[in-house]
């Protein structure tokens, strides 16, 4: 079974969130950048399943700038295959639906049976590009997946819903997104690491991939402006009976939080 | 892999070394002492590679997802049903890392290792740290007990243990230490007697403190052929082997610490590793190996500590604030982070001047023991980083607890059993006192053997300090100021260290308070120096030139109180108050007022405000 993962790389969890001085991005100044927790279960299942059914093979994507490039050779360390780096500075402007058609050339150019995504990129949290990616290939797709059977022709899926679970089956190709509860990933094998940079990291452009300026150029979601939320502020401790701090309380609640 | 930004000259003796050759004291033998101070040629850890980073990667993932979450179950030694054979967990958790290849880093491709060099034995090693029981059970396996096999073992004992301990299908003990030899460890009274066929040699006698002790399937034992020490290649499971009680200890209660008795045990005579009589070669080069480990085991966990105490800290809130914040906890962290940033540079150019020097012997027949020689040529530094490493670890945990006010007394915040733990750091490997007597004696032997090309350098410090016309020009560029302190800092050692030698003569040995101070005055020196050169090698970014500052003139200080008391006893009748007074006119000349209350401010806030050790 041949398999893709898409792969984003985000900050780490413990990355001090600011804002740039224009207010419209979020800066990545010194920031660590790791594998999206939800894109690890996606590889970890990918390689369970190659390692089930004993054959094919998995390639990994990954659409960035260069710092791209130690993730995707984790990822193969890991046990991908390969891996593709979509890089070209066209893809620098592009919205998510410009990622996806990134992605969508570079999986039709490598026919597979199924796409593995985590949920959702952690961080931006918009979770739209599986389903874009599933559109543009006209595959069938399931998210938010804890178990996963495959066969040759179909996959089984347990999804997550409010309050329990739904099976779905589908027929191959399709795309999967992955929630927590899928797996637990392992760790990179030292030997792993080290066949890892025998393994083929391949570079691609727009061009490599077919893909037009106009393409790109279609961008219909602009951020317009990020905050940060409101700092917390230290408690006050009022003083006094009983009487006295209550009202106090609705002194500062009408004038200060003006709320009432 | 960067070239450093600042090639810095001293203008004074001895000449700059060549500039395509790394400075002498990249070669060991306490060279740095009279080498130029220079950032060129020297490793810091800003040089990994990506695969030494994802290695270390792998080794702290595995310590956080395997072995921190049951560090209470492998303090109370709780045991585990594997299959249908029951063993401890602690045993199993070595298996585990054994899986990942955590164990073989150094153990050559050919013999089911990675073949991987210091530099990353040492990152790993370094990674796997915070949990003081478990690394010590590593240790003994994979550095003391599987390396001599590597270095001394023949192709056939090579590829019959080799990948059994490499993957930990089998675990690995060193049995030196005796009931009445320990730190005089060539002493030992058990013996191996060769039998009539000249098959087996049948061992007697007992190791103690032996750590693995209770579930080890092999150990490297020790003992006597004839009166020459050697040493042996020992299947634990063999009649005649018994294991005693587990020693109750101050600390490290999830490892295995027993004695092991030997009574006429029969080992195969291809077991002997070398030689008979190699005992001395092998306990030694072992040694120098197993303290570099064991000061980068203390570097990862002193790293460890400071994130524990940032995050109590900034959690923790008394008087309407986090703690953290308050100006003498501060005062606090910012020592122990500079202090650990130093070992971290002292630590890693030890390994990569080791590297350096490996990377150029052949391959081949008797490449191994070349590597030995490359070793023991580091003796001097692996003790100063074995020091450093434990006494600076031990310095940090005692702030550590301390800044976690009550809970650092409960088992609950780690710092209480790291601090028990940490205690034995100073112990074992050669205790911290045979340590520094190794350091000064190393020094002698390369002086006396003219390795390190001090002769003509101490002459000039002495008949300049004698002149006064020890000028040791301003350098221009970030931290001018601290590469004349250190070169002063250099001469004021030299001077001493002649001193002590022309008075002393051979009694030195009898002189151990002042080997101490000599010693305790090397340490600062590479420390300083160390420090600086990372620091310069990463262009004096803020946060590491304040370290510099602070390290370097904590050392300056530390060396001239330490130089003036060995001058004080060594120098007899009238002409000490001359020879002070060159000292201090050294010292005071190259000292500095330094703000060092600020600068620990300052190391502090940029590590608080990252919430971790990020240097």
Known sequence: MNLVVCLKQVFSTEAKIRISPDGRAVSDEGVEWVMSPYDEYALEEAIRIKEATGAGTIIAISIGPDRCTPM????????????????????????????????????????????????????????????????????????????????????????????????????????????????????????????????????????????????????????????????????????????????????????????? | MGTPAVKVREGTPPADAPETEAPAGAKGSGGFLTSPVSAAGVFVREMFTPDQLDFADTARKFVDTEVLPRLDEIEHKKTVTVGDAEMLLVVQILKKSGELGLLGAEVP??????????????????????????????????????MPIVIFGNEEQKQRYLPLLASAEIVSCYALTEPGSGSDALSGKTRAVLNADGTHY???????????????????????????????????????????????????????????????????????????????????????LGRMKLGFGSLGTCKFAIDRTVAYGRERRQFGRPIIEF?????????????????????????????????????????????????????????????????????VLDSAVKMHGGYGFVEEYHVERLARDNVIDMIYEGTNDINRMVIVDSL?????????????????????????????????????????????????????VNEMILNCGTDIKNEQQVMQAIADALIALYGMESTLARALAGRARPIPAAIARLIVHEGSQAIARLTAEVLSHVVTGGRLPAKLARLDALNRQHGAVVDTMALRTRIADSVIEAGKYNL
């Not at chain 1, 030997?191 to 279609?218: N, R, Y």
């Not at chain 2, 403190?209 to 034992?221: C, K, P, Q």
């Not at chain 2, 053997?449 to 016309?469: H, K, N, P």
Request: proline share 4%.
């Open chain 1, 72 to 260: 995707l050779r984790s990822a193969l360390a890991l046990g991908a295959d390969r891996a593709l780096h979509l890089k070209d500075p066209m893809f620098d402007s592009v919205d998510a639906l410009g990622v996806a058609r990134a992605l969508a050339a570079a999986i039709r150019r490598n026919p597979c049976d199924m796409v593995l995504f985590g949920r959702m990129g952690v961080g931006m949290d918009q979770g739209v590009i599986p389903a874009m990616v599933a559109e543009l290939l006209g595959a069938p797709m399931a998210g938010l997946v804890v178990k996963i059977t495959v066969d040759a022709e179909k996959v089984r899926c347990v999804r997550e819903i409010d309050g329990g679970s739904e099976v779905v089956e589908m027929a191959l190709p399709a795309v999967v997104t992955a929630q927590k509860g899928l797996n637990e990933p392992r760790i990179a094998n030292l030997k792993g690491i080290m066949a890892a940079k025998k393994k083929p990291l391949d570079l691609l452009t727009a061009a490599d991939l077919g893909l037009a300026a106009p393409d790109l150029q279609d961008v219909r979601l602009v951020h317009e402006s990020y905050e940060l939320p409101a700092p917390r502020t230290a408690a006050r401790l009022l003083q006094g009976d009983p009487a006295d701090t209550a009202r106090q309380l609705v002194q500062i609640l009408r004038n200060e939080a003006k709320v009432i």
């Open chain 2, 202 to 288: 049948a061992i007697t006698g007992e190791k103690m403190f032996i750590t693995n002790g209770a579930w080890a399937d092999i150990g490297i034992v020790f003992a006597g052929i004839d009166g020459k020490y050697s040493a042996f290649i020992v299947d634990l499971r063999s009649p005649g082997v018994s294991r005693g009680a587990e020693e109750k200890k101050m600390g490290l209660h999830g490892s295995s610490t027993t004695s092991l008795t030997f009574d006429g045990t029969l080992v195969p005579r291809e077991n002997l590793l070398g030689k008979p009589g190699d005992a001395a070669t092998i306990a030694l080069n072992i040694l120098n």
């Open chain 2, 327 to 395: 100006d003498m906890q501060k005062g606090k962290l910012g020592t122990m982070v500079a202090r650990t940033y130093a070992v971290d540079a002292l630590g890693y150019r030890v390994v990569g001047a080791i590297d350096a020097e490996i990377a150029k012997l052949p391959k081949g027949e008797g490449y191994q023991q070349a590597v030995a020689g490359v070793l023991r040529n580091f003796a001097l530094e692996a003790s100063i980083l074995k020091i450093a490493g434990s006494e600076t670890l031990h310095d």
């Open chain 2, 444 to 496: 002698v032997r390369a002086i006396y053997g003219g390795v390190i090309g001090s002769r003509e350098y101490m002459e000039q410090v002495d008949s300049a300090l004698r002149t006064g016309r020890l000028e040791i020009p301003a350098v221009d560029g970030p931290l001018g100021q601290e590469v004349a302190r250190v070169a002063a800092a250099k001469r004021a050692v030299a001077f001493a």
């Open chain 2, 109 to 146: 491709e050919e013999y089911g290792g990675l073949g991987l060099d210091k530099i990353t034995g040492m990152l790993i090693a370094e990674s796997m740290s915070g949990c003081p029981s478990f690394s010590t059970t590593v240790g003994a396996h994979a550095g003391i007990g599987t």
